[in-house]
């Protein structure tokens, strides 16, 4: 198994930009998770899906932050205007979803992004 | 020790020497505790976890103890390895169908060969 796909790696765009990063979760996996960390907040949950349906957005910062899940293997999260205090590694997580399984939550290597 | 919402505190340990990092958490409706450790540059990567039933559950070289009575978790880490030098963090879920876990800050450890 691949494990969680996500990009790109790196991310460098200008202040103002709109950014979209990608995910894709691990096969047969129902719960999506998008989560921003940074030095001073720690790890941060933006939002999470199951079964490709937005259950919790409530750590979405604001407007200019959207994701979609159009299908189980495919989710992105857009900044549109990206600002410099967007800057963050953004993670994308999977886990089975299912009530009774355990609750493990299985990380992608994480997207780098710098908005200048 | 750690609790969610602070500093991210340090451990520092000589090789060879066991490790303990600990985590208290405020939500008496958790069920279900995982340990993370990231290493820089990666993701967090799942390294044991406990349901509230249980208050010890052993892994390699690795232990996690849960006091629900003060709402304390640690880990306890055996023979601690210069590749065990990461940020650990601990993770609780409220159970039911809400699949949300929330994360401490993390402590980092080092690992002094």
């Known amino acids: 198994d691949a494990g969680v796909i996500q990009s790109p790696r790196h991310e460098v765009t200008e202040m103002g930009q709109e950014v979209t990063l990608r995910c894709k979760p691990i096969s047969g996996h129902n719960s999506l998770f998008w989560y921003r960390q940074t030095m001073m907040r720690g790890l941060e949950l933006l939002i999470y899906f199951n079964n490709n349906v937005p259950i919790d957005d409530s750590g979405m910062p604001e407007d200019r932050f959207s994701a979609k899940m159009p299908n189980a293997s495919f989710s992105t999260l857009k900044i549109q205007p990206s600002e410099p205090r967007d800057s963050a590694v953004y993670f994308c997580?999977?886990?089975?979803?299912?009530?009774?399984?355990?609750?493990?939550?299985?990380f992608g290597p994480g997207t780098r992004l710098t908005v200048l | 020790g750690e609790s969610v919402g602070l500093h991210l505190p340090t451990l520092s340990v000589q090789e060879g020497d066991n490790s303990i990092i600990n985590c208290a958490y405020s939500?008496?409706?958790?069920?279900?505790f995982i340990w993370y450790k990231q290493e820089s540059g990666k993701g967090p990567q799942f390294i044991i976890d406990?349901?509230?039933?249980?208050d010890k559950r052993q892994g390699q070289r690795v232990t996690v103890l849960l006091n629900k009575t003060v709402k304390h978790l640690s880990l306890q880490i055996a023979a601690t390895q210069p590749g065990d030098s990461a940020v650990y963090f601990c993770?609780?879920?409220?159970?039911?169908?809400?699949?949300?876990?929330?994360f401490g800050k993390g402590t980092l450890l080092t690992v002094n060969p």
């Open positions: 997580a999977s886990s089975l979803g299912q009530v009774g399984s355990s609750g493990e939550q299985f």
């Open positions: 406990i349901r509230s039933n249980m």
């Open positions: 939500n008496s409706a958790s069920d279900y």
């Open positions: 993770a609780e879920n409220s159970g039911g169908s809400n699949y949300k876990l929330t």
